[in-house]
């Protein structure tokens, strides 16, 4: 079966500083992983790898097959690909609704059209308030995201990126911040994310993450340390010593 | 019928009696004036208020379509043909400048639109055997669009109005419509934009050559009027002037670049004949109206309106 997400042999380096080194994982379709490790390890700057913000020194990203680093980012969304900020990048002056229409805007031919009025887009705005419905917002599809807390706006994230109906979804830290309730909020959402989508998160809070993920890659200045399934991630000597504390 | 719509059918009315009103040709044709300033105010406001891009170099578009319809009228094509031919070719230049400009962002493009816009005034100043240098180039007489004579001052300033009225009708549309939304999207968030599919590259490029369209139409009503086209017309002060009027009236909306062209053309123009330091007075008028409304003069009253409503409203509702 051809992996959703093959990442081979990626370098990086800022200046003399190596970010990603050699790093290769092969997530496959339905999968969910975890991606872990310190501060630092390189783990956002994969992320920035696979979605083109960032272009690796040598290597090679596949999507289902496909070579990804000659593309431009917006293409490889096109490809199906769709991810979440760690840091919120979100329209803070816009409806919440407004903010899925534009992620929804992103896959559609009518994101041309200059003379068509957007709000008379009832498909897209139906889809949109679908989204947030999926995510628990859908009673505040109206309101601003300057006027929602910090866990609606991770919701938000949330559904910006579903909304895409993605074949390959990059988390970054989606339980960052967040309260024990709104993290119980977010664990629900991704329990409901159907198997067609994989999933690759990046996460500290060991307790959600670990039950969520089915196997775990563990990074440290820029490497695969280990890698397996959740338990022999945990039982391993190495994830003790460089995560989880002596 | 809503209330924008009593407001924007008074409007139309208002602006169509002026002729009947304005009995004096000086003011009436400062009146055409104020709506060709206005329309190359709004179409740089497609780059500066929807795609956040500050150009310093938009009067170039006015130069270019003017300076290429006196040429191929002069070359002996008609009216029409040089009008299409002009805004093609001002056009095409944009496309071009837009890619130049867009290999960078913020004041990096601030920069190459400046130089732009400088080289074609070089261009303009310097290449006497085209464009007769600092003397410039009479256009021979006002063209007769659909055989109605445009000599009269009343007469042009319909016209003018006419063109400006389409254009601002398009612009309006545009920046309610989907790319509009797009555009707006990559102002704010360029990075998230891409990653949720947006080409933000294609949407500023065209979004330039859609401002560099609209200022070439205000080039051809520009020669239209003046029937002389003079580098001086192109220069780097007229570019500020323009990007002046938008951020004066407010670049976020699209009325406040055409209140900032009626303000600036009028202290060039009227108040200038009182003050001989009118350009002081245009400096202090644009400080104050900054301080107390950054972000220009149509959202800042529309701030104070909202804010003298409000406890009203609220009264009412108890």
Same mark, same amino acid.
């Given at each position: 079966m051809t992996p959703a997400l093959e990442v081979i042999g990626l370098n990086k380096r800022f200046g003399g500083l190596p970010?990603?080194?050699e790093v290769s994982l092969t997530v496959m379709p339905g999968e969910r992983r975890l991606i872990i490790g310190p501060n630092g390890a390189g783990k956002t700057t994969l992320f920035n790898l696979v979605t083109g913000d960032l272009t690796p020194d040598d290597g090679s990203v596949k999507l289902f097959g496909q070579?990804? =680093?000659? =593309?431009?980012t917006q293409q490889r969304v096109h490809l199906g690909l769709s991810r979440t900020y760690q840091i919120l990048t979100l329209?803070?002056?816009?409806?919440l609704c407004h903010n899925v229409v534009l992620a929804l805007l992103g896959l559609h031919?009518? %994101?041309?059209?200059?003379?068509?009025?957007? $709000?008379?887009?009832r498909a897209l705005y139906d889809t949109a308030r679908e989204a947030l419905a999926m995510v628990g917002l859908g009673a505040s599809a109206? %309101?601003?995201?300057?006027?929602?807390s910090y866990g609606e706006r991770r919701r938000l994230e949330m559904a910006m990126a579903l909304a895409q109906k993605p074949k390959v979804l990059l988390l970054d830290e989606? =339980?960052?911040? =967040? $309260?024990q309730e709104e993290r119980g909020q977010v664990r629900d959402v991704l329990a409901r994310v159907p198997r067609d989508v994989t999933i690759v998160m990046i996460e500290h809070d060991m307790d959600s993450a670990l039950a969520f993920a089915e196997r775990i890659t563990l990074l440290h200045y820029g490497e695969v340390i280990v890698e397996g399934t959740r338990a022999e991630v945990v039982a391993d000597p190495r994830t003790k010593e460089v995560y989880l504390g002596e | 019928m809503s209330r924008s719509w009593i407001w924007l059918v008074i409007a139309a009315i208002a602006l169509l009696a002026v002729p009947l009103v304005v009995r004096n040709e000086f003011y009436l044709n400062l009146a055409s004036q104020i709506l060709i300033y206005a329309l190359l105010a709004v179409s740089l406001n497609i780059l500066?208020?929807?795609?956040?891009m500050v150009s310093l170099g938009h009067a170039a578009f006015l130069g270019l379509a003017s300076y290429a319809a006196v040429l191929l009228l002069n070359a002996g094509l008609g009216h029409l043909a040089s009008a299409v031919l002009a805004l093609a070719f001002s056009t095409a230049c944009g496309a071009v400048f837009g890619m130049l400009a867009l290999r960078a962002s913020g004041i990096g493009f601030l920069m190459i639109t400046l130089a732009l816009g400088q080289i074609v005034w070089g261009i303009a100043y310097r290449a006497n055997t085209i /464009?007769?240098?600092?003397n410039g180039l009479r256009y021979a007489e006002r063209p007769h669009p659909?055989?109605?004579?445009?000599?009269h001052a009343p007469h042009f300033y319909w016209f003018t109005l006419a063109v400006f009225a389409i254009a601002l009708f398009f612009i309006w549309r545009l920046s309610r419509s989907p790319f509009g939304a797009a555009l707006q999207g990559a102002r704010d968030q360029p990075r998230r934009m891409r990653m949720l599919g947006h080409n933000v590259w294609l949407i500023q490029w065209l979004a330039f050559v859609l401002a560099s369209f609209w200022g070439s139409v205000a080039g051809l009503l520009f020669v239209y009027y003046n029937l002389f086209i003079s580098p001086h017309a192109i220069s780097l002060q007229q570019s500020a002037e323009v990007l002046l009027m938008a951020i004066l009236g407010g670049?976020? /909306?699209?009325t406040g670049p055409i209140l900032g062209a009626i303000i600036i053309t009028l202290v060039k123009n009227v108040a200038s004949t009182y003050i001989d330091r009118w350009n002081s007075l245009l400096g202090a008028i644009f400080v104050i109206v900054i301080m107390f409304m950054p972000f220009g003069i149509v959202p800042g009253v529309r701030q104070l309106w909202l804010r003298w409503r409000a406890p009203r409203k609220q009264a009412r509702a108890a």
């Open positions: 970010a990603t080194k070579e990804l =680093l000659k =593309l431009p329209f803070p002056k816009e409806t031919t009518v %994101r041309w059209n200059m003379w068509t009025y957007l $709000s008379g887009q109206d %309101r601003t995201v300057a006027e929602t989606p =339980l960052a911040g =967040l $309260s | 500066l208020g929807y795609g956040g /464009t007769n240098g600092d659909f055989g109605i004579d445009i000599n670049a976020s /909306t699209l």
